[in-house]
């Protein structure tokens, strides 16, 4: 069977068909090489159905018969499934990003829009040559941060129907003459809100050159005129078509007047006039409120501020125009009324007296009548235009479905078979940024001279720093962990970042435990751990797993193997903290080529175009607080002092907000919902987004329904909470960073007046508070120049740049955050290296020993800024031996401190007389050794072959369960026409295709799914011998179906 012929619409030319034979259909085997599409696309229309079928068509976009359906376009998979590596690719190639003002020109040719799966899509029609009969199509897809997919498609001129709905849906006029009596015509009265809604919440990078912003604030002005224009031309047609009414009506035309009341003309446009009404009115409500959601984006143009001023004027005065036309409408509807019941007064009298002079006359008509009006004639109804267009669509979704139904399982083929070749990628030399934040994680990479930020699976350019581990045992991280946290709170691990370096008996972990769901525990050495299905593990594993998910994101960016990262931890961050992500790194199968501070990475993104002078950078983020000085100048970048808080972020925020919703529903309701530990991972979720909206709003609602139940039955959580109460709420927050901020510009040197300008970096300097409190300590408006969640990311990749040598004309010189040294008589802490050196450095100071004849003297390293040993961080110990006995103070022992680029300290003890030396290099608070690092890479590499398993059962299960409903449907359809023997076999094949995929085993499902396709492909070759062609037959089934579906109709 030529099965080139299957896909097209309603028979044709076989000449024309057969361009192209079902030989020349590659089976896609190999990897794709992007080097093979650009030369392909422009003759060849590839179909994709989202499961593995592919297939392809000789054709140009100029040429061929407008009855085929060609598209260059990649169906998304629904609901949450994810892509396959092979699809993602095709995407790439086939619907290539675009940015929004390229898409403009086509909004304003008035697209039809809809919003769909959390997306925003035009789809805009154009005609094709003027000697064809086919259709362009293009199609753009909009997410909510600005990544945009175009396909374009070629339809049949004749027979399509519009997909989606305008902005303004249409109202139906007084006269419509394109409407027969018996279509099905619907006006709408929306303003389809959440569009602009969803234009206004993306997530827009405002740095000078993005023309992104400009774009979105041209599109929503640009939709709200549209639709105004929209309305004016209906009242304008309404007016006009009232004048010409009234002149009619004013000829005392008897015909026009019955005409007009047997049509319901005037009730109709009455009817009309409430909706646009309706329409306007709602436009009322909805315009004020986005002009106001609008003035508060920094990005919006303030000209088009002005315009949205002068769209809401303009829709007032329709309103007014719209009652006026009301009013004329109602006064010609009561005219006709008054007219009509003259008509029916003289009817009746005449009638009357008809009846008196010919009674019995009178009697035999009204019998006649009866009769009359109660026999059926006929139940012919007459063929109208919309009949033949629904035989038309019926026999289009006939033909369309054929070719599904017998596709030989040769042709097809599963993205499954090509993981393995998308997953052996090349490696790679680029060294990607990935900020690991407590809250939400980056990952950028240079492209040229520019750092790009990736976006995840999801479609995010952050992901969640959240790991799960279901029923199963299965990992979980970023969104579908963060997903599920609600229904499994306990296993569930968030804000680790905060745990690193801290003992299990630090009082801010005790703190820690009682607001988190999960378990904190005790590790072997004391440090704190977390605790998920039984298992333990350290916070630099939790980390390790987040690492993995950036480098997964970062892999399926660049095709490519990833093996170099640059991770940026805060600058108040100890040596033990940075050594801790350092092994995170190490954990997930990256060589983490330097740790940079936050801040420093902030104010590089800031800084790459050329920026001098004194920057502050103001970093409020998920779990940490840090604020640094830095001096731009000729592409040096020199942090002159950093300070900062480690246990002070978005979380206090979150937690602060958690008490009060914990303490206001135990007062009304008596209850307590700490120990509800499913009921306080609502609540979490709540406040966390209700902390968000009040950013942008003055006040929002918590409500949460059936939160907990007692006694009495199930009770409500409903709160309205004000952006001034929550600012009471967390206010001590805000306020603990004064303190670290004028410290930072105490140990550089210099005034708030110095400072040229104040960068805000972390989700939350959103907050209206916060900005209000910087303005207040450094005497300056903040600048808004880089994106709060992805500059950190960007510093991240342009310091791997520098580390490749694509960046040089920058260089960073970073600094210690804390003071290093050792402990010595008495309890003392002697500094050798002060907090803000810069780094890398190195410095050696002599000591002696404290007692006669000592051969041995131990070495504690220490960080922090007390004068007392036992107030700071203990970073190791270890012992120098040896000793020659001598009086005390005798003895010449050199100690050196040495800080690499990374902040990672190494610390080293010689006795000058002996040359013996001890040193130690500082591991991380995680107490790591080697050996258990070693096994949590392994582990790590368990859980990554688990989820490739995990991935390819579903892939192979979704290709399966299509190929059932495809099989089955094309059964249904066949039955009569093949013989009882191929329809048992396939049966039997589907039945055990569903016993194979009630399993695990991927081999078997396979297998059985193979089987089920050589089965079904038995109908097409029985369907082929007993019509003699495709192309007759499609168009003898097409001929039978419509003459059945009209028999139909007639027996009704």
Not at 8 to 27: C, F, K, L, T, V
Not at 718 to 736: A, D, P, Q
Request: glycine share 8%; charged share 25%; proline share 4%.
């Amino acid at each position: 069977m030529d099965l080139a012929r299957e896909s097209s619409m309603g028979g044709g030319d076989a000449e024309e068909m057969d361009r192209e034979p079902s030989g020349d259909i590659p089976h896609m085997r190999n990897p794709f090489r992007r080097s093979r599409f650009p030369g392909m696309v422009r003759q060849r229309a590839y179909i994709f159905d989202g499961f593995g079928k592919f297939y392809n068509k000789e054709w140009d976009l100029a040429e061929g018969r407008g009855n085929e359906f060609c598209w260059y376009h990649v169906e998304l998979p629904k609901s949450n499934q994810k892509l396959s590596l092979s699809a993602q690719c095709l995407i790439d190639v086939l619907c290539p990003p675009l940015k929004l003002q390229d898409i403009l020109s086509l909004v304003s040719n008035g697209p039809s829009c809809n919003y769909v799966d959390g997306a925003l899509v035009f789809r805009v029609n154009s005609a094709g040559p003027p000697s064809s009969d086919f259709t362009f199509r293009l199609a753009a897809r909009v997410t909510e941060n600005s990544v945009i997919t175009v396909s374009l498609g070629r339809v049949p001129r004749l027979g399509f129907s519009p997909m989606g709905q305008s902005l303004l849906s249409e109202i139906l006029a007084v006269r419509l003459p394109l409407t027969t009596k018996g279509s099905k015509r619907k006006g709408g009265i929306v303003i389809r809100e959440h569009v602009l809604e969803f234009l206004l919440t993306m997530n827009h990078s405002e740095e000078a050159d993005n023309p992104v912003p400009r774009a979105v604030s041209n599109l929503v002005v640009h939709i709200i005129d549209t639709h105004v224009d929209q309305l004016q031309d209906v009242v304008t047609k309404l007016e006009i078509e009232l004048d010409a009414v009234e002149i009619e009506l004013d000829k005392g035309s008897f015909a026009l007047k019955k005409q007009m009341l047997d049509d319901r003309r005037f009730p109709k446009m009455h009817l009309n006039l409430q909706r646009l009404l309706q329409v306007i009115a709602q436009g009322e409500q909805v315009f004020p409120r986005v002009k106001e959601k609008c003035s508060s984006k920094r990005w919006f143009a303030n000209k088009d501020i002005n315009s949205l001023d002068e769209l809401i004027g303009r829709l007032r005065r329709l309103k007014e125009n719209v009652g006026f036309i009301a009013n004329r409408v109602t006064a010609i509807q009561a005219g006709l009324d008054s007219w009509q019941s003259e008509q029916i007064n003289k009817k009746l009298y005449y009638l009357s007296f008809l009846s008196i002079v010919f009674l019995p006359l009178s009697i035999i008509t009204g019998v006649f009548g009866m009769n009359v009006g109660g026999v059926p004639w006929t139940g012919q109804k007459d063929p109208e235009l919309q009949d033949g267009f629904r035989n038309v669509m019926l026999l289009c979704l006939l033909t369309g479905n054929l070719k599904p139904s017998w596709f030989p399982s040769n042709l097809g083929h599963n993205w499954a078979s090509l993981s393995r070749a998308f997953s052996a990628k090349p490696a790679g030399n680029d060294v990607i940024g990935i900020d690991l934040g407590t809250t939400n994680s980056c990952v950028a990479v240079m492209e040229g001279k520019n750092p790009k930020v990736i976006e995840n699976s999801e479609g995010s350019r952050t992901t969640p720093s959240v790991v799960a581990f279901n029923q199963k045992g299965e990992l979980l991280v970023g969104t579908p962990a963060k997903r599920q946290a609600v229904t499994n709170p306990t296993n569930t691990l968030f804000g680790t970042k905060r745990l690193i370096g801290r003992k299990f008996d630090d009082p801010q972990t005790q703190k820690e435990m009682k607001m988190v769901p999960y378990k904190i525990v005790r590790a072997p050495n004391g440090d704190a751990w977390v605790e998920a299905n039984g298992q333990q593990y350290s916070p630099s594993q939790i980390g390790a797993f987040v690492l993995t998910k950036m480098k997964e994101t970062a892999e399926a960016y660049l095709g490519k193997t990833v093996t170099k990262a640059v991770v940026t931890v805060p600058a108040y961050f100890n040596d033990a903290q940075r050594q801790a992500t350092k092994d995170a790194g190490r954990i997930s199968g990256l060589d983490v080529q330097r740790i940079i501070n936050e801040p420093t990475a902030a104010a590089l993104s800031y800084g790459m175009n050329n920026k001098e002078g004194l920057i502050a950078v103001f970093d409020l983020g998920g779990g940490t607080f840090d604020v640094s000085i830095l001096e731009i100048s000729n592409g040096v970048f020199e942090v002159k002092a950093t300070n900062g808080d480690t246990f002070l972020g978005g979380e206090d925020f979150d937690n602060s907000l958690l008490e009060f919703l914990v303490s206001e529903f135990k007062r009304t309701e008596g209850i307590d919902l700490t120990k509800d530990r499913l009921a306080l991972q609502r609540l979490r979720e709540a406040a966390e987004k209700a902390k968000i909206e009040l950013s942008s709003t003055a006040q929002t609602e918590i409500n949460l329904p059936f939160i907990t139940a007692d006694a009495s039955g199930a009770k409500h959580l409903n709160i309205t909470l004000t952006r001034s109460k929550f600012e009471s709420l967390v206010n001590h927050l805000i306020e603990r960073t004064r303190n670290p901020c004028k410290n930072c510009l105490k140990d550089a040197g210099i005034s708030t007046k110095d400072v040229d300008e104040v960068l805000l970096v972390g989700g939350m300097t959103r907050v209206p508070k916060v900005q209000e409190v910087v303005a207040e300590i450094f005497g300056k408006s903040p600048s808004k120049g880089v994106n709060p969640d992805e500059a950190v990311a960007m510093g991240a990749a342009i310091q791997g740049g520098i580390l490749r040598g694509d960046v040089k004309e920058l260089l960073l010189l970073d600094v210690t955050p804390l003071s290093l040294g050792i402990e010595t008589l008495g309890g003392i802490f002697t500094r050798l290296i002060n907090r803000n050196t810069t780094i890398p450095t190195k410095k050696s100071q002599v000591f002696s020993t404290a007692a006669d004849n000592q051969t041995q003297v131990g070495i504690k390293v220490l960080q922090g800024e007390r004068e007392m040993a036992t107030d700071n961080k203990l970073l190791g110990e270890f012992e120098l031996m040896g000793i020659p006995p001598a009086p005390r103070g005798m003895p010449q022992i050199e100690v050196t401190f040495d800080i690499d680029a990374n902040g990672i300290v190494t610390v080293s003890a010689k006795d000058k007389s002996t040359g013996k030396e001890q040193q130690i290099t500082i591991r991380s608070s995680g107490g790591l050794s080697e050996d258990e690092i070693e096994k949590m890479v392994k582990e790590a590499e368990q859980f990554a072959q688990k989820d490739q398993e995990r991935k390819s059962l579903i892939d192979i299960k979704n290709s399966a369960d299509t190929t059932i409903y495809s099989i089955e449907k094309s059964l249904g359809e066949y039955r009569d026409k093949i013989p009882a023997e191929v329809a048992k076999e396939i049966e039997d094949a589907v039945a055990d295709m569903r016993k194979a995929m009630a399993g695990d085993n991927i081999e078997e499902i396979k297998s059985k799914l193979d089987s089920a396709n050589k089965a079904v492909s038995k109908i097409g070759e029985h369907m082929s011998k007993g019509s003699g062609g495709d192309s007759a037959s499609g168009g003898s089934q097409g001929g039978e179906q419509a003459s059945e579906a009209e028999y139909e109709e007639v027996k009704k």
